[in-house]
């Protein structure tokens, strides 16, 4: 099934569920919509999305796109934010955040398992792409890491303090991590559902661990926990 909404001109927003669990495979956005809703197609079959060449559209809500087949996505050039979970388990190799983008969700792109590398374009004044991982602008916080992503190890950046809420979920392909000295905090769900690791060295500088960092990691064998911590959350592992 196909749907083609260019002729809605005068619609600014698709509202939340319009399309959750339908057979649609392919749509079109025009130009004149500014807002997609939180699950607008979740669970949807939609495989191919394209969005106006002048779109202006400035957010996508959390889990709009989650449990679909999109394997690539072309994101205009006027979005502003992209909430939750809002590609969670789609089959998305690469993708490219536009400049214009001031907040990334949590876990925008978590348990994508074919999906490589994060790319940044370079005047985003407020993320940054490492070799295909997200940083904030000044790499104090790891943003989010592409589950497809083979590192082995995969060294975090020296100057990072937080690894951000859902920064890891679902890293499938994530084998080794060696986290930096200076890291102080490792927020909800970081490390959340991540299969293939089974150490983890936590630095001395860690002071909190939040809730479901660690869990359901099946394969975990051990990690330490340094004196400098102070809070653990629950169901932390």
Not at 41 to 52: E, H, P, R, V
Not at 210 to 222: I, P, R
Request: charged share 15%; with cysteine; net charge negative.
């Amino acid at each position: 099934e196909r749907s083609n909404i260019s002729d809605w001109y005068w619609h600014k927003i698709i509202s939340k569920l319009s399309f959750i669990m339908t057979s649609l495979i392919e749509i079109e956005i025009p130009s004149s919509v500014v807002y997609i809703g939180e699950g607008t197609f979740s669970g949807s079959q939609l495989k191919n999305i394209t969005f106006a060449a002048d779109s202006q559209l400035s957010y996508i809500g959390e889990l709009a796109f989650e449990y679909t087949a999109i394997e690539r996505v072309q994101l205009p050039n006027k979005l502003i934010a992209i909430g939750n979970y809002a590609f969670k388990n789609t089959n998305l190799k690469n993708v490219s955040i536009p400049s214009s983008v001031v907040q990334l969700g949590n876990g925008v792109f978590a348990s994508c398992y074919s999906l490589t590398s994060i790319d940044v374009e370079d005047n985003n004044e407020n993320y940054v792409s490492l070799d295909g991982v997200v940083y904030s602008k000044d790499l104090t916080h790891l943003v989010m890491y592409p589950g497809g992503k083979n590192s082995y190890p995969y060294v975090v950046n020296e100057n990072t303090k937080v690894i951000n809420d859902s920064a890891f979920y679902g890293a499938y392909a994530l084998i080794d991590v060696q986290l930096n000295n200076g890291l102080e905090e490792i927020d909800q769900y970081a490390f959340y559902d991540v299969q293939n690791v089974c150490t983890y060295k936590l630095p001395s500088t860690l002071v909190s661990i939040g809730n479901y960092a660690f869990s359901n990691n099946k394969n975990l064998e051990y990690v330490n926990i340094p004196d400098s911590v102070l809070k653990i959350g629950r169901y932390a592992f």
